[in-house]
């Protein structure tokens, strides 16, 4: 997914600190669900997906996603 202007965020350290905040990460098996959360700039989660396990998501959709949100005031 090169060419992003924005950031990304992987919940690597401190181990499940990200994803126990958004409410993910599975203490049975020690690691989060497969799931993507898109933040507007004021850091509202603007749209949220959990994935079934072994699934990915497909980068062509969450484009899409992205275009059908608002854009942010002032852009």
Known sequence: MGGIS??????YHP????TRAY???????????RSVFILDEAGMVRWAQVYPPGT?????DLFAVLD????APGT
């Open 68 to 71: 059908s949100l608002p854009a």
């Open 23 to 33: 409410n993910v990460w599975n203490p049975q098996r020690g690691c989060p669900q």
């Open 15 to 18: 181990h499940g600190e990200i």
């Open 6 to 11: 924005f950031p990304m965020l992987s919940d």
């Open 56 to 60: 990915l998501p497909a980068p062509l």
